[in-house]
């Protein structure tokens, strides 16, 4: 089971830590990938973290606005979210890939088995 939190209201221009916390499996075994869903908009993938450590960012957050991060003690990986914009309003899933494969090449959902049920962020004066 996965759980997101940390979601919730800010200002452009703020931040958010969003977390993704996992039972019955350990997280650092798997890839774990975190995406968003706007209103009206298809989900798309944000950045993903492999069982090595290793990060992927997708698109338009490989600007350094956002960071995927894990801490094996507490079986959490997290996702740092800087200078918000009103467009980073979604709701944000985490999600684990299926058995031992990497993180995608490119953004898809395509091969995570496990989802969260997903933390609102809204972004708004």
């Known amino acids: 089971q996965l759980v997101e939190s940390g979601g919730g209201l800010v200002q452009p221009g703020g931040s958010l830590r969003l977390s993704c916390a996992a039972s019955?499996?350990?997280?650092?075994?798997?890839?774990i990938g975190w995406f968003r869903q706007a209103p009206g908009k298809e989900r798309e993938a944000v950045t993903c973290?492999?069982?090595?450590?290793?990060?992927?960012y997708y698109g338009d957050f490989k600007t350094g606005r956002i960071t995927i991060s894990r801490d094996n003690a507490n079986n959490t990986v997290y996702l740092q979210m800087n200078s918000l914009k009103v467009e980073d309003t979604a709701v944000y899933y985490c999600?684990?890939?299926?058995?031992?494969?990497?993180?995608?090449?490119?953004?898809?959902?395509?091969?995570?088995?496990?989802w969260g049920q997903g933390t609102q962020v809204t972004v708004s004066s």
């Open positions: 999600a684990r890939r299926a058995g031992n494969w990497p993180c995608a090449g490119v953004p898809t959902a395509s091969g995570y088995i496990y």
């Open positions: 973290i492999d069982s090595s450590g290793g990060t992927t």
């Open positions: 019955g499996f350990t997280l650092s075994d798997y890839a």
